[in-house]
């Protein structure tokens, strides 16, 4: 049988397995969120956790599926990769702000579906730019980092620019974090689309 | 005529020695940047969480121990997973098969890396922490060997996440591992339960108390048991040489009895009397606190001053004002708000604020239901606040508004200071609970 170019790309970058665990992290998701709030004594705001972990796997995975195993043979190609690439990025990130937006349903003025979607673009353009500085297989790596950095360290309040700097684990409707968080997937996105995954035969 | 050019006969030069192979995959590598990361995460965190942890010992640990057990032993995890997969995205496998050394030893020198490093990133970082509280702190000791316990913990994990990314071939697992690791770590850290103190982020918020001698070494026990047990399990060939592992196996085991049989509710940590002991300053009240604020004391005295210059000799006025976990034990002591968490660096960072609070904790009267009801409630409670502002005005931006007690304000200005003097102590022997008491300025 004679595969569409398009179904040869999707399975030589495992997409299907990057979609199928999209899939599993918004499952995941939905039922920590719902089990969290479950517990006594917690309510809605104890989903920060899933906010900012949910997202997270999300770039990972989208992340680590930009990985290419024919690197030097993709460059060689006669048409320009970079809307592909731009494709390659959107459409999975379309997808997980989607899946997660419906995972985390309520109270969109704490930790609901916007902070989830902000969460999961901004995320995902940081592990975008990894992708071009570190290559794809470590793109986790930077936003794992980041994320575990600002998570404890962040005030509970919004004192010392924290909805800036801890953009993450800020509640939904806050402007300046989606701001942050616009700007690092616009240029983690374009970044990618320009440059490609680093190039890392033999890496460390 | 013919001659012969022979060369110069030359020494043959010494081969070069290959560096040891330890040595350069500490070098190479993910090592050194999670060792960093580590340390950063660290710095980030500590100074993210404010500097008021830079006056206890027991405050600087706690924070220190959560820091590592939540963000770094994840941390650890994940990188330690990427750096075993290396050879196999490498396809060089094979080419170490064919080294002429253990399989044991292989392993152990290429999953260096993966635990040390973060080991050393937070040994570093602790010790900066731990300089930077020194000059500070009054009483006790930092409890380093929990510090220790933390960095073997790290190690432990650095290493199991290694051994995962050996054996696991899917892209994801670093990251996923990581996660998991963030979750599983932040869920034992808040169970209920003797098993929390399995964990290695189980926090413990009290300040003068200190943890039993044999809980750091024995935390080490289990950590690096259970680590080396899987080592060896994995590492050791033939394959019947692996029931040694079951020895560091069976240390695990007996040191995760020796804590679980720990109680419930306080774990490893005991009351320490030295650090609850009473330090009091010579002044008219007496101002207590326990030695582990014992530099805050003269913060504290000054910021009381105004008002200890007028309750001094006042019938009714306390006796000692007792800060700590003592409280008022005495007839006559009052309570004084804690002043560490207003402290930054053993200065009070409001003394205006801390004698505000101190006044309102010393009209504070434990009331029943039904008590401050009836037509004068309202006066009542504009005589407290006024008689409250009189004596420690409410800095600007915080507290209620008192325009209400303004007029009662203007009054107590107005008397002169016997008359002010007798108001206030008959205001000190009245019962606020019963607003029909409470005298009128």
């Not at chain 2, 196999?88 to 044991?104: F, G, H, K, Q």
């Not at chain 2, 020796?258 to 010579?282: E, N, T």
């Not at chain 2, 003394?351 to 309102?360: G, I, K, T």
């Not at chain 2, 007029?407 to 002010?420: F, H, M, N, T, V």
């Amino acid at each position: 049988m004679r595969l569409p170019p398009q179904a040869l790309y999707l399975r030589s970058r495992g997409l299907p397995g990057a979609l199928a665990a999209l899939l599993g992290t918004a499952a995941a998701a939905a039922w920590a969120a719902w089990w969290l709030v479950s517990l006594p004594d917690f309510d809605h705001t104890a989903r920060l956790p899933v906010v900012v972990l949910g997202p997270l796997l999300a770039a990972g995975v989208i992340g680590t599926s930009l990985h290419t195993p024919s690197d030097e043979l993709d460059r060689t190609a006669v048409r320009a990769w970079w809307p592909r690439r731009l494709v390659h990025v959107l459409a999975p990130t379309a997808l997980a702000v989607a899946l997660l937006a419906l995972a985390l349903p309520g109270h969109a003025e704490e930790f609901g579906a916007p902070a989830a979607v902000r969460n999961t673009l901004g995320l995902m353009g940081v592990a975008a730019g990894a992708t071009t500085l570190l290559g794809a297989r470590l793109s986790w790596l930077p936003p794992t980092f980041y994320a575990g950095v600002v998570y404890l360290a962040a005030p509970a309040g919004a004192e010392g620019g924290a909805v800036w700097w801890a953009w993450v684990t800020r509640p939904g409707p806050e402007g300046e974090a989606w701001a942050v968080a616009a700007v690092a997937f616009a240029a983690g996105a374009a970044l990618y689309a320009w440059r490609g995954s680093r190039r890392t035969t033999g890496e460390a | 005529m013919t001659t012969t050019l022979t060369p110069p006969r030359a020494e043959k030069p010494a081969p070069a020695r290959a560096p040891a192979p330890l040595r350069t995959e500490l070098r190479r590598g993910l090592g050194p940047w999670t060792g960093a990361a580590v340390a950063l995460t660290v710095f980030v965190t500590m100074y993210g969480k404010g500097l008021g942890w830079q006056g206890r010992w027991a405050d600087a640990t706690n924070l220190l121990h959560v820091v590592a057990g939540l963000l770094c032993g994840p941390l650890a995890l994940a990188a330690g997973c990427w750096q075993g997969g290396r050879d196999r995205r490498r396809r060089t496998t094979e080419l170490w098969e064919s080294v002429p050394r253990s399989p044991l030893r292989r392993l152990l020198v290429s999953v260096a890396p993966s635990a040390l490093w973060p080991a050393a990133g937070l040994l570093l970082a602790d010790a900066v922490c731990l300089l930077a509280t020194w000059p500070y702190v009054s009483a006790g000791r930092p409890f380093l060997e929990l510090l220790a316990a933390d960095a073997v913990a790290v190690a432990a994990l650095g290493a199991l996440g290694h051994l995962a990314g050996r054996v696991a071939r899917w892209r994801l697992t670093a990251p996923l591992l990581g996660i998991v690791g963030y979750v599983a770590l932040g869920l034992a850290a808040y169970t209920e339960g003797t098993a929390r103190w399995l964990g290695p982020a189980g926090e413990h918020q009290f300040s003068w108390d200190r943890p039993v001698w044999w809980y750091g070494p024995v935390s080490m026990a289990w950590t690096a048991g259970l680590t080396l047990a899987v080592l060896l399990a994995y590492g050791l060939r033939p394959a019947r040489l692996r029931v040694l592992a079951l020895v560091p196996l069976a240390v695990a085991v007996a040191a995760a009895g020796l804590i679980l049989r720990l109680p419930q509710d306080q774990g490893p940590w005991r009351p320490d009397p030295a650090l609850s002991r009473q330090i009091c300053d010579d002044g008219t009240p007496q101002i207590c606190l326990t030695a582990v604020d014992e530099a805050l004391l003269p913060e504290v005295s000054a910021a009381l001053a105004p008002l200890n210059s007028r309750l001094k000799g006042m019938p009714g006025a306390p006796a000692r004002w007792v800060g700590g976990i003592s409280g008022p034990a005495l007839p006559g002591d009052i309570e004084l708000p804690s002043p560490r968490q207003d402290a930054v660096r053993n200065r009070l960072v409001r003394p205006d604020l801390y004698l505000n609070s101190a006044v309102n904790w010393l009209f504070s009267d434990t009331c029943q239901d039904g008590d401050g009801a009836g037509p004068n409630a309202e006066r009542s409670w504009a005589i407290h606040l006024a008689v409250t502002e009189w004596l420690a005005p409410t800095p600007d931006d915080y507290g209620p508004d008192t325009t209400g007690a303004q007029p009662y304000i203007d009054r107590l200005d107005a008397k002169s200071p016997a008359e002010q003097r007798d108001y206030l102590t008959r205001y000190l022997a009245a019962n606020t609970c019963r607003p029909d008491e409470v005298p009128i300025p």
